[in-house]
């Protein structure tokens, strides 16, 4: 799901939820916002909870040695930052209780 999706989807539930419904401009800004503020902590090292549903943070690599299967020479891998993305307890056994994940075939 894309951007543009996952748009068309919030504003899509929230008509029939019976609350205030918001413009579609009005979420694009929200989540304009949302992205900018979840980047910023994350580059400032914080962790970003979301209860019963996830945690993020940023973990650090070590550099290491690989090797190129083609030919078997050594190639150094530098040390980069990566997003590690926790899912809590609740979630996580929600999403392992369904019998067969929807995008399963695809």
């Known amino acids: 799901m894309n951007r543009a999706e996952f748009l068309d989807k919030m504003f899509i539930s929230q008509l029939g939820s ?3 419904v918001f413009e579609r401009a009005e979420l694009e800004e929200a989540f304009d916002l949302f992205s900018m503020v979840m980047q910023n902590v994350l580059l400032e090292g914080d962790v970003v909870y979301f209860r019963e549903f ?12 690989g090797r ?17 993305v926790t ?3 609740k979630f996580d056994q929600r999403l392992n209780s369904l019998p067969e994940y929807p995008l399963a075939g695809i």
């Open 87 to 89: 899912l809590m307890d």
């Open 18 to 20: 019976g609350n205030k």
């Open 54 to 65: 996830m945690k993020i943070s940023v973990k650090r690599t070590k550099p290491k040695v």
């Open 68 to 84: 190129n299967p083609q030919t078997g020479d050594s190639i150094d891998i530098p040390a980069k930052n990566i997003l590690k």
